[in-house]
């Protein structure tokens, strides 16, 4: 369904914004991005961008 893609693809662009500005767990990044668990944040991250949340962070974490 478009409309539920289109909110997986806004939740993914807000862990993302919180994975490179934030030092938040992932399960809060999680929580605040709008997803019901670290296990289904990480599973439809990878899907979506290629790499887990971790690897995200890790490539393009900007220093606070």
Known sequence: HAGTEE???AR???AKQFL???GNT???VA???GF???ERLS???K???GMTPGEFRRRYRTEQ
């Open 7 to 9: 909110i997986r693809r």
């Open 47 to 49: 899907q979506m961008v």
């Open 20 to 22: 490179t500005t934030t």
């Open 36 to 38: 019901g668990s670290t």
């Open 31 to 33: 929580r605040t991005s």
């Open 43 to 45: 599973i439809v991250f």
């Open 26 to 28: 992932l399960s809060a």
């Open 12 to 14: 993914v662009e807000r």
